[in-house]
Structures are given as C-alpha cells and as structure tokens.
C-alpha cells in the first residue's frame, strides 16, 4: 500500500512538534498549580491557557485534551525524592519523613483536586501513581534494602511490606482523625511508637 500524500500527513506532524523543555515545564506548572487551587473538574482549557499565557489552539494541538495535558504535566514535573543514606535505617526513616512533611501541604491540594477524577480516568491515575506514589515507594524500598543488606533488618519480617503503608498513612491520616496535619513531633512519635518496634529497631 502507497503511504498517504504528504499533504494528509502534515496534521500529525504538527501535533507532533514540540515546545522548548522550559517553556513546557512552565506550562506544565501552570496546570498543575490550577489543579490544586481548583480541582481538576473546574479546571478549563481556557484557564490553562491564561494561567500559561498559552493559546488554547495550542494546547489541543499538543495534548487533545485535558486528560491528556493534565496527565502529560504530572509525569513531566515527576522528580523522585532526594537519595537518603544516613547509615542507620531510623535515621534513614526520619530523613524520608522529614522530605515527605515539606511537600505535604501542596501534597495533600494535588491528591485532593484529583481524588475524584483519577477513580474515572486510569490515565490520570497511572500519571499520578508516577509522580506522588511510585518514587516514595521506591525510596523506601532502597532504605528497608539497604538495612537488610547491614544486617538491622531481617528479610523475613513481616511489616517490611506494611512500611509504606504505616509512614504514608500516618501522614494523611491525622487530618481524617484528629482534625491536624501531621508535623515532625507527631511523626517523631509513631515512628518511635508504630514504626520502629516492628521492625525491631531502636
């Protein structure tokens, strides 16, 4: 079969073309930050378009759609968090919760103009997966790898695979419960508590 004529072809070149890696990211900004002023289902293309001082042409011809663009911004602002390597896995703990706890606040907004968009949308879900979920797991897993490498974990205990769970849900729970964020002397206090006695380290 001939390839279609050059001239059925040039739509799709020009969707295809891109913005310069700064301008993209600052676009990328601008959506992100409406989603957590918002939430994802006020947000409007038009909104993107004069947050971003971007044409709005512009955004359906590089992204289709705000499903599309809201999920490309996540995965291209997604940056895992600092490698944390204190030499003892509480220290390595506290370093992690001390980085979980400066970005919780904007955290917390993002997850919250999502919460209902990403249970329709599995797009949207994967993205956000990648940015707010996935490198906070990874991270974990190096520290709980390395300890058991120094010998202060056991591979076979138990919680190791509750851990995420224990830490990320301590942070987000205590809005639920108790009407507070969660601050450093509270997460001081369940890692001691919680966290630490389970794994069976000091």
Do not use: C
């Not at 705000?66 to 895992?80: Q, S």
């Not at 995420?164 to 639920?176: D, E, F, N, Q």
Request: proline share 7%; no cysteine.
């Amino acid at each position: 079969m001939l390839p279609p004529p050059a001239t059925a072809r040039a739509p799709d070149r020009a969707r295809r073309s891109r913005l310069s890696p700064q301008r993209e990211r600052e676009l990328f900004t601008a959506v992100i930050g409406l989603v957590r002023e918002q939430g994802y289902e006020a947000v409007s293309m038009d909104a993107v378009a004069a947050r971003a001082r971007s044409s709005k042409a512009t955004l359906y011809r590089q992204w289709e759609s705000k499903p599309k663009l809201v999920a490309t911004a996540l995965r291209g602002l997604a940056e895992g968090p600092p490698e944390v390597d204190t030499g003892s896995l509480a220290g390595d703990l506290r370093q992690m919760v001390h980085t979980f706890l400066s970005h919780a606040a904007e955290d917390a907004a993002l997850l919250s103009g999502l919460a209902h968009a990403v249970s329709k949308d599995p797009e949207l879900y994967r993205a956000m997966y990648e940015l707010h979920i996935r490198p906070g797991l990874d991270a974990l897993d190096a520290v709980l790898r390395r300890a058991e490498a120094r010998g202060e974990l056991h591979p076979d205990n138990p919680a190791r695979e509750f851990v995420p769970h224990l830490v990320i849900g301590a942070l987000s729970t205590r809005r639920l419960l108790e009407n507070r964020d969660a601050d450093a002397a509270y997460m001081e206090r369940f890692l001691r508590g919680a966290v630490f006695p389970v794994l069976g380290i000091a």
